[in-house]
């Protein structure tokens, strides 16, 4: 028995631990992931009368439970073994299990090449070899994982050090910071003109310091004016001598005893963003009428709530700081002419809920030169990305008459829209994936090529790692977007080493430990979302057409009656695909007959109508519900409804809630959930998957409940389980209720959003500043590679659309 063995497996338990990888190789299925291989485990232990505390705590089983997948070939056995969150060890193992070492990430992605294209000889010569962990070389890194998604604290403290050791270095960019900044051309902070070296500066700020603190701290800045800009001082420190005294304070500080918080406290004051550009190209982007289309659902919500939230605290931001600027955001989508009774094919439309911002409609484009006019797939939407990027940047640099302030990405169009902006710009870039779909497609990358007529994930997969490793920064909903669970990968993980047979071996995608990633949970809309209990908020007529649309009314749009429509309700709203699975909600309820005895199911999805579809996951999707519909004889048990406009969403969740129902998300894998959110905010007991981001959001029988969602069964015993507990006990839907709206009011607001975003923000543009652009002019050469012999290569490859003549 090896040394590797030994230290891995104790010696009282290698026997077990063979026989079990004999069992594991002789079931005909040669990749195993850790789900089937834990089943496995469970089994043999059965088989082997094996004790509890031998199943779930011997050495195997701890060994076992960081294995996220084994491959068998014909001589070897390859174990991909995660010993903490995002870092791995890959072992070859003879089949004899006598025999165990360690290989590079290379070495095993070349034996899972042979094991899809079956040449195990040759295939690792033919392999073309990306690996980005090199430019990484020259920037910072997180060394604890749990520190992983908190990059802005690291990298405070790694430059407040920076400063304190190299102090007459940074003070003097520090200096040539506050000279050459400007916003819309006018100069703020210091006039370089009178304060034109660092010590004048330093003397000046004392003096007005003590100046300031003779003053009454209401002072306002009209009054103080003349005497700061008589010494030097331009408009942005504060909108009050109290104000204008901390914020000068706070950059005392920093020239003379330099610290994480001081830095932090000055930078997020400077007003540095009026201008902020959003990237969404894909779906049908609008206002009303969208939700429940293809490819359009909460990417929509999430963007125009981040839109007025990030305008309400610009205006408060400057307001503070004694600037009068006005802000303004642009969200820059697509244009599509055959809009139906959407406004997606008005070139602009302003945002409701703001003063000054709007959606900009940019149209695609064929080879020649006329306007596409139908809605195209996400997954299909590559070959025009590179000329909208150029007509975004033309529209931006007239709206905005010059560049933005922040640039932001969202999903894997977006965001490689929004680098290559970032990079003709020069403009500080934020990525937002919202959902990698790597980790939503199982095997997508091994099987890219079967995959590749319907998902083109060649291009995708390498949009998403150009973006990434661009990017200025990377914001998350959560912790395990970035970097996994114990027992589950996270979806940037994802993307640190894989294989696409045939095509290239990704042996470095993405610095996990890089200080780019950062946690920002969105909230939800207050004034649309509130507790049911609030009757002087909620308008009867309202009220009463929900209540009537939901539960009787006979209409067109409408699927489905109930025989009594006084059972609790089971209500869930998404669109219409295969990763949505409301599909397998409707089978979970058709098996269980105490949940069809004592519940309704109510859908609001998509279209009841075939033809109305023209994308076709969904209309497989539509043809299924049919089908389950019908084999489970749920007639008289369940209603289906087209998807709700947004602003009517709230009621409904509370209506549900009135009826003491629950709301269930039953995704495959849900990167965030804002339904979830949306639901538990008006005091909805809410059921999500366990697989992703509901799990940060639902604390599991208390604010709400977690589900395996890949099995119908699992689904409605979780469901059959609180709905047993509710008739025992009165009190527990009021408890699991409170307990929800409670959890959102204190983790999840737009408020605490949108500070911490515009702070990451102004630390980051400090920071790309100040610090050496070696190793970032190396990565954006990699990338810029990539992207025109790669990338567009494959994009230009695909076949377009044309309009027609």
């Known amino acids: 028995m090896s040394d590797k063995m030994k230290k891995l497996i104790p010696a009282k338990e290698q026997k077990d631990f063979a026989d079990f990888i004999f069992v594991l190789k002789h079931l005909g299925t040669p990749y195993l992931l850790r789900n089937d291989i834990w089943l496995q485990w469970l089994e043999w232990c059965r088989e082997n009368a094996k004790e509890h505390e031998f199943v779930h705590k011997s050495g195997i089983a701890s060994f076992l439970n960081k294995i996220p997948e084994i491959l068998f070939t014909e001589n070897i056995i390859l174990i991909l073994h995660r010993y903490t969150l995002a870092r791995y060890r890959i072992y070859r193992m003879a089949g004899s299990c006598d025999y165990m070492e360690e290989i590079p990430v290379n070495r095993y992605l070349d034996y899972k090449d042979a094991y899809i294209l079956g040449n195990p000889a040759d295939v690792h010569k033919h392999a073309l070899e990306l690996d980005f962990m090199p430019f990484y070389d020259y920037s910072p890194e997180v060394r604890d994982v749990r520190n992983v998604g908190n990059g802005i604290s690291f990298l405070n403290r790694h430059m407040a050090s920076s400063m304190f050791q190299e102090a007459s270095k940074w003070s003097g960019m520090l200096f040539e910071f506050l000279r050459l900044h400007r916003i819309n051309g006018h100069q703020l902070l210091v006039n370089g003109a009178i304060l034109n070296e660092m010590e004048d500066f330093l003397g000046a700020l004392e003096e007005m310091i003590e100046d300031l603190e003779r003053l009454d701290p209401e002072t306002p800045y009209q009054k103080l004016e003349p005497q700061l800009r008589s010494k030097g001082f331009e408009p942005g420190w504060g909108c009050n001598a109290g104000r204008i005294l901390e914020t000068m304070q706070h950059l005392h500080g920093l020239f003379h005893e330099p610290s994480s918080p001081g830095l932090e406290q000055f930078i997020s004051r400077v007003p540095m963003i009026s201008k902020v550009a959003i990237l969404s190209p894909h779906g049908w982007f609008g206002q009303e009428k969208v939700l429940g289309k293809p490819d359009t659902g909460g990417q929509v919500i999430y963007i125009l709530d981040q839109v007025r939230s990030l305008e309400a605290h610009l205006i408060r931001e400057f307001e503070l700081a004694g600037v009068d600027v006005i802000p303004r955001v642009i969200v820059l989508t697509r244009l599509i002419p055959n809009a139906g009774k959407t406004s997606c094919n008005q070139p602009r439309e302003d945002i409701v809920g703001t003063q000054n911002s709007y959606i900009l409609r940019i149209p695609f484009y064929d080879d020649n030169n006329q306007r596409i006019p139908d809605w195209i797939s996400r997954f299909k939407i590559w070959p025009y990305l590179d000329r909208f990027a150029g007509d975004c940047e033309r529209e931006l640099l007239a709206e905005f008459q010059g560049r933005p302030d922040l640039i932001i990405g969202n999903y894997s169009d977006g965001n490689l829209v929004a680098t290559l902006l970032s990079d003709r710009m020069n403009v500080i870039q934020c990525t937002i994936a919202h959902a990698l779909e790597k980790t939503k497609y199982l095997f997508s990358d091994l099987y890219w090529r079967d995959l590749e007529p319907d998902y083109h994930f060649s291009c995708q997969f390498m949009a998403d790692l150009i973006a990434m490793n661009k990017s200025d920064f990377i914001i998350t909903s959560t912790y395990q977007e970035i970097a996994g669970t114990e027992t589950r990968f996270g979806q940037y993980e994802s993307y640190q080493f894989y294989t696409m047979p045939g095509l290239c071996q990704v042996v470095g995608g993405i610095n996990l430990f890089s200080p ?85 199911l109510i859908l609001a999805a998509g279209t009841i109508h075939l033809e109305e579809s023209s994308d076709n996951e969904e209309r497989r999707e539509i043809q299924r519900m049919y089908d389950l519909i019908g084999t489970y004889g749920l007639h008289g048990h369940i209603r289906w409804l087209p998807s709700v406009p947004k602003a009517e969403t709230g009621e409904v969740y509370r209506i549900i809630a009135d009826c003491r129902g629950v709301f269930v998300q039953p995704a495959l894998f849900e990167a965030f959930g804002l339904t979830i959110l949306e639901a538990m905010q008006c005091g909805l007991p809410t059921f999500g998957p366990i697989f992703g981001g509901p799990s940060e959001i639902i604390e599991d029988g208390k604010s709400g409940f977690l589900m395996n969602t890949s099995k119908p069964e699992l689904i409605a015993d979780v469901l059959w389980d609180f709905m047993k507990d509710c008739q025992i006990d009165e009190n527990c839907w009021q408890q699991i209720s409170q307990n929800s709206m409670t959890r959102v009011g204190e983790k999840f607001t737009w408020r605490l959003y949108s500070e911490k975003l515009i702070r990451l923000t102004k630390l980051y543009g400090f920071w790309r500043y100040t610090e050496s652009r070696e190793g970032m002019i190396k990565m954006d050469r990699y990338c810029d590679l990539l992207y025109h012999l790669f990338f567009k290569a494959r994009a230009d490859a695909m076949e377009k659309r044309t309009a027609p003549a």
Request: glycine fraction near 4%; aromatic fraction near 12%; proline fraction near 8%.
């Open 516 to 600: 780019k990633f950062n946690v920002v949970p969105p909230g939800v809309d207050e004034a649309n979302y509130f507790s049911y209990q609030n009757s002087e908020k909620r308008p009867v007529s309202k009220t009463r057409y929900w209540q009537k649309r939901l539960f009787e009314e006979e209409s067109p749009d409408i699927f489905g009656y109930l025989n009594d429509p006084d059972q609790v309700p089971i209500f869930t709203m998404a669109r219409l695909d295969r990763i949505k699975n409301i599909t397998g909600l409707i089978e979970a309820f058709g098996q269980h007959p105490e949940l069809r005895k004592h519940c309704n």
